[in-house]
């Protein structure tokens, strides 16, 4: 079974600073897929950025990073400059690509992010 | 992009009733769609999984014959939540595979169902 584990319930960082949201992992299948989602208070699933179990480079979207250490099984979520809008809640995802699985996610527990004017 | 419409956004309803929510996928086809349930400042826990033309698959501790999916078509999967009662109160929301966009999933903009 896989299980995704946030250890950060609420972050506070000032504005225009970075920031590093946790996520580690553990699963038994050699192939997956991690994915960070961000959840305003509106509700809806926003996609950040996804890395690979066999991508050797760490994943960056703009302002976001990945830092994946596979021997540690961690996916932490590095934000650049933080603004005002970057508060909500942070979720960790695995996807099971074995073969025979649904590929559903797996989330972590999320950690509330507040950014501080 | 893949885009989930998904319906209601909001919803009150008297206890008993039965309340259906809609996915539907405006530009792609929806092999697999997935239902989650969310209770406030909690994670996404997975309801049930459904395939275009089959039943869904439960996850163990949710109640078939309560939430009832049904994945007619690859475009649109509804969830009804019947006899509702308070404690069915929560945020659903929807995610559908088949899409390309987002490493192939696509959440619905999620179902605030109160039950009073």
């Known amino acids: 079974a896989q299980k995704i584990t946030q250890t950060q319930p609420g972050m506070f960082v000032q504005e225009k600073e970075a920031v590093t949201l946790d996520c580690t992992y553990d699963?038994?299948?050699?192939?997956?897929?991690l994915f960070w989602y961000k959840q305003p208070s509106s509700g809806e699933m926003i996609f950040l950025i996804y890395?690979?179990?066999?991508?050797?480079q760490n994943a960056t979207e703009g302002r976001y990073s990945l830092n994946f250490q596979k021997a540690r099984k961690s996916a932490n979520l590095v934000i650049s400059a933080s603004q005002l809008g970057d508060s909500a809640m942070y979720f960790c995802?695995?996807?099971?690509?074995?073969?025979?699985?649904?590929?559903?996610?797996?989330f972590g527990s999320g950690t509330q992010l507040t950014v501080l004017p | 992009g893949a885009v989930v419409s998904q319906h209601p956004s909001r919803v009150i309803c008297k206890s008993g009733t039965s309340v259906k929510i809609e996915c539907r996928s405006l530009?792609?086809?929806?092999?697999?769609m997935f239902w989650y349930r969310q209770f406030p400042k909690q994670s996404l826990m997975l309801m049930a999984t459904?395939?275009?033309?089959?039943?869904?698959?439960?996850e163990q501790g949710v109640e078939k014959d309560k939430f009832l999916i049904n994945h007619a078509s690859l475009t649109l999967s509804t969830l009804t939540v019947t006899s509702a009662h308070p404690e069915d109160s929560s945020f659903y929301i929807c995610?559908?595979?088949?899409?390309?966009?987002?490493?192939?999933?696509?959440f619905g903009s999620g179902t605030r169902l109160t039950v009073v």
């Open positions: 995610s559908a595979r088949g899409g390309g966009a987002n490493y192939g999933y696509t």
């Open positions: 699963t038994s299948d050699q192939s997956y897929g």
């Open positions: 890395q690979g179990s066999y991508d050797e």
């Open positions: 995802a695995m996807r099971d690509l074995s073969s025979g699985s649904a590929r559903q996610l797996t």
């Open positions: 530009d792609f086809q929806a092999t697999t």
């Open positions: 459904s395939n275009e033309g089959s039943k869904a698959t439960y």
